[in-house]
C-alpha cells in the first residue's frame, strides 16, 4: 500500500496512492491525517489496503496523483530519530572532521534525535540564512512504526514497522564540530529534514525488504548529476529492528515515530556517495584536501529509489537551496 | 488564565482551570486539545480568556477540578527542547563526572532534544526497567510556544512566550557518560518527562514574570522531605527568550514546541537542590565521595511552585518510582 498526504493545514490530507503513482483517492472517512491513519492502524490499515487494492484493480478510479500537491507523509510528527547505521559512513565522515571513532560503534547503535515539528515538504525549497553553515543533504531511508513498547527486543521490532519512505536529513556541516564539542549531540545543525512524497508499507518492496532492510539502490543527483546510488541493503551493520529496539530501551515509542537510517554508504566507493561530507572525504584522502563546495544557492538535489523495472516507489524528494526570504 | 487536559486519548481534553485550581470548565467549542489551542492562538485566546475570567467571577461555575484527572498539558508534544540554563549546576554535574566544563558555556546556551510523543500524566508512575540506571528526577520550568520563525531574536522571543508549567526531567544518570561519549547527545538516557497538571499565562504570575524569568522559588520534596526550593530566577545564566532565539537559529519552531530551563539551582547551597546529581556532587566536595543514592523503587518526587501566598501555581508534579509491569 502506498499513502501520501495532502498539503492542507498544518497535518496535510490522508490520500491513498495507485501502485504507480498515476492516481489517488481521499480517504477522509478511514483517517484524516496520516497521523491518525497511524494512532488506529489495527482498524485503519486494513481498509486503507481495501482501497488501495481497487485503485490499482480499477483505472477510472480516483484523481490524477501530483507529488508536488503532497506534504511530507507526517507533516509534523511526534518523535524523529535518525541512526547511523552505516557505520564506514560515520567512520569516514569523523575522520573528515579530525575526530577518532570508537570500535563500539559497529556494534553500540548512534542515534540522534531531529526536529519534528516542521519538516519541509519534499519539493519545497531549503531555506538557510547562511552557506558558511555548510549546508548538505543526506539520503536516508527512514521507517514509520505504531505504538512501541519499552523495552521492545530486536526480535520483535519488525512487526512494529508499518511504513517505509525516504529523508533528506540536512545537516549544516560547519555547526557539527562546535556543537558536537558542547556535548549534547546536534541542534541548531540539523535543520528540517524532508521525505519523500509517498511511504509505502513493507510488502510493497516485495523481496527487496529482508532483514529490516531495503535491499535496493538509493539515486541521488546533485545538481541533475548521478552523485550515488549504494544499495541501501548493503553495509546497513544495524538494521531497522536493531535501530528500532535500541530507540525503545527506556521508554515507550508512540504511533507516528519515524527511525532514520543515516546516510546511505557503501563501501564499494564506485557507487558514488549520499551526502557532499562523504565525497570531501574521499578526496582529501586522496588529494589531500577537500575539493566540493557544500551547497550553494540554487543547488538542487533530487532522491528518489526505483525497483528493478525503473518504477519510482517513493516518489521523488527535489529540493533547491535558497536564502531566507 | 490557567489551562490543563483532562486525560482522554491521546492528546487529552483541553479545560479551563480557575485560578485557585478548585474549578474547571470543558472548552470542547474552542478547541477540543491544548495543541489546537496553541495551533490557533491568536484566535482562541481571547476566548478562552473570557471562560477564564467568568470562572473566576462564578463560584457556581463549572465542575471540581481533580488533578490526578490531569495529564500533561501537551500529552505528546511535536518539539521539547531542554536547556541547560542555571550553568553553574551543569558544572557542578560536569565535576561530578569528572569532566571539564568549557567557558564558552557561560555565552553560548546548551540545548538538548528530548522525546515528546509519551510524556508521563503529573501523577503517572516512572516506570524504569533497572535502577542500575541511575534514575534521578530534575525540576526545571517550562515555556510552551506558538509559531516562532527562523532567526527569531532575543528581542522578539519573549512574545511568542504563550504558557508557563513545571517539568520533572526524569534522567538516567549512568546511561549518560557512556551516550555522551558517543558524542550525539542524549537519548536512552532521557526518558519520558512528565509535566505540571497546569500551565498557565505569564500574566498569571505578574510581577514574577520578569525579563523571559521565572522569579519564585520551585520547591522540591523528595519523599516527603523537603530537597530544594531554589528561586528560578536567580543565576538564570540564560533567559527562556535567549534559549526560544538559540533554538530558532536553523529552523522555524511550530506552535506548541516546548523549552525547558535545565534544572533550577541557585549559587546559594542553603535552598538545596532541585535533582540528586547536584546533592552527590556537593557531599563529594565536602565528604570525597556522594552520599546520596539515586532513586529507589517506590520513592516519591513532588514538585511544585507556590506565590506569595502560599498558593500553588500550576498544581503539582508527584510521581512514584516502579520497576516496569
Given at each position: 500500500m502506498k499513502l501520501a498526504s495532502l498539503k492542507?493545514?498544518?497535518?496535510g490530507r490522508l490520500i491513498v496512492v495507485s501502485r504507480d503513482l498515476s492516481r489517488a483517492v481521499e480517504v477522509s472517512n478511514i483517517a484524516h491525517t496520516m497521523q491518525q491513519a497511524l494512532d488506529n492502524w489495527q482498524q485503519t490499515e486494513p481498509r486503507l489496503q481495501n482501497i488501495y487494492q481497487q485503485l490499482n484493480e480499477q483505472q477510472s478510479l480516483g484523481f490524477e496523483f501530483d507529488q508536488q500537491a503532497c506534504h511530507s507523509p507526517l507533516p509534523r510528527a511526534y518523535h524523529w530519530a535518525d541512526g547511523s547505521a552505516y557505520v564506514n559512513h560515520v567512520e569516514l565522515v569523523r575522520k573528515a572532521r579530525g575526530a577518532q571513532m570508537p570500535d563500539s560503534f559497529w556494534h553500540d547503535p548512534l542515534i540522534y534525535q531531529g526536529g519534528s515539528d516542521t519538516f519541509l515538504a519534499p519539493t519545497q525549497d531549503i531555506q538557510i540564512p547562511e552557506l558558511d553553515w555548510g549546508v548538505d543533504f543526506e539520503a536516508e531511508i527512514a521507517i514509520i512504526v505504531d505504538d512501541v513498547m519499552l523495552g521492545c527486543s530486536t526480535k520483535d521490532a519488525g512487526q512494529h514497522i508499518k511504513l517505509i519512505c525516504l529523508v533528506n536529513d540536512v545537516s549544516l556541516r560547519n555547526l557539527i564540530p562546535g556543537e558536537l564539542a558542547k556535548g549534547f549531540g546536534f541542534y541548531q545543525s540539523k535543520p528540517s529534514s524532508a521525505f519523500s512524497p509517498v511511504a509505502v508499507t513493507p510488502d510493497e518492496l516485495h523481496t527487496h525488504w529482508q532483514d529490516s532492510k531495503v535491499h535496493l539502490p538509493l539515486s541521488v543527483h546533485f545538481n541533475n548529476e548521478l552523485y550515488g546510488q549504494p544499495?541501501?541493503?548493503?553495509?546497513?551493520?544495524?538494521d531497522f529492528s536493531q535501530l528500532l529496539s535500541h530507540a525503545a530501551k527506556s521508554r515507550p515509542l508512540a504511533a507516528g515515530t519515524i527511525i532514520g537510517s543515516g546516510t546511505v554508504s557503501n563501501k564499494d566507493r564506485s557507487v558514488g556517495s549520499c551526502c557532499i561530507a562523504e565525497q570531501r572525504m574521499l578526496e582529501t584522502i586522496e588529494h589531500g584536501k577537500p575539493i566540493s563546495s557544500f551547497m550553494r544557492y540554487g543547488d538542487n538535489i533530487r532522491i528518489e529509489m526505483f525497483d528493478h523495472q525503473q518504477?519510482?516507489?517513493?516518489g521523488q524528494i527535489n529540493q533547491n537551496l535558497h536564502p531566507v526570504e
Open positions: 492542507s493545514g498544518r497535518d544499495n541501501a541493503g548493503v553495509d546497513m551493520t544495524f518504477n519510482s516507489i517513493f
